[in-house]
């Protein structure tokens, strides 16, 4: 039973406009919400994250969204750069020790076209 | 600092023999975590350890699957034997904290391809 699941296996976006991942999750008790990128033959890398006391979170081209009512999460970039072709996973985690460790979703490979 | 490292970082054995990757990871965390990623189930969680001290390896998918963390600066994942459907690519991670909010770092990865 997937606690975090990403729907959409891959999305192609045209260079410069934006792109918009998305992330939903079941248990109400995740409290942190993260936002991970990962490029082939390397390790996932942090790339921004979400308290569930905020409903956005915002850093350079990168933001996210947080609808706690929806158990949703999305990862906007604006605009879209060729080096953001990626896959991205969400990830969540529950301070309480509820949850084990970070939970994944299994990922959105990212294509941005030129 | 040189961030979280894996060896090998990639591994071809033959079914039956024994596989052991490793891990340093960045000095001063005090958690570090083995995940496991596959097309099918993705990134899961196999086990982590607090201080040197495995908390949880409920994520060990089998009794072949052993993990060890002798001191601060090392770790080891062990497959004895090694199967086929163990192929895969295995990640270990570090973190100042268990809940992730500052995020963990991950090595490259060791793909694993057992024949």
């Known amino acids: 039973d997937q606690q975090v699941k990403q729907n959409s296996p891959s999305l192609s976006v045209q260079e410069g406009r934006i792109s918009i991942l998305n992330c939903d999750y079941t248990?109400?008790?995740?409290?942190?919400f993260l936002w991970y990128k990962k490029y082939p033959a390397e390790g996932p890398t942090f790339l921004i994250s979400?308290?569930?006391?905020?409903d956005k979170n915002e850093d350079g081209r990168f933001t996210v969204f947080l609808n706690k009512s929806a158990k949703h999460l999305s990862l906007h970039i604006v605009p879209s750069q060729p080096g953001d072709s990626a896959v991205y996973f969400c990830a969540v985690s529950d301070s309480g020790g509820g949850a084990d460790g970070l939970t994944f979703g299994k990922g959105t490979h990212l294509i941005i076209q030129p | 600092d040189a961030g979280v490292i894996q060896s090998p970082r990639h591994e071809v054995t033959e079914m039956g023999q024994e596989v052991t990757l490793r891990c340093k990871p960045i000095s001063g965390h005090d958690y570090l975590f083995w995940y496991r990623q596959t097309m099918m189930r993705g990134l899961e969680l196999l086990i982590y350890f607090n201080n040197n001290v495995p908390i949880d390896d409920s994520g060990m998918p089998e009794d072949r699957f052993s993990a060890k963390m002798p001191n601060a600066s090392f770790s080891t994942l062990k497959i004895q034997p090694s199967e086929p459907r163990d192929s895969a690519v295995y990640f270990c991670?570090?973190?100042?904290?268990?809940?992730?909010?500052?995020?963990?770092?991950f090595g490259s990865g060791t793909r694993l391809t057992v024949v």
């Open positions: 248990n109400s008790m995740f409290d942190y």
């Open positions: 979400i308290s569930s006391i905020k």
């Open positions: 991670a570090s973190s100042l904290t268990y809940t992730g909010n500052y995020g963990y770092t």
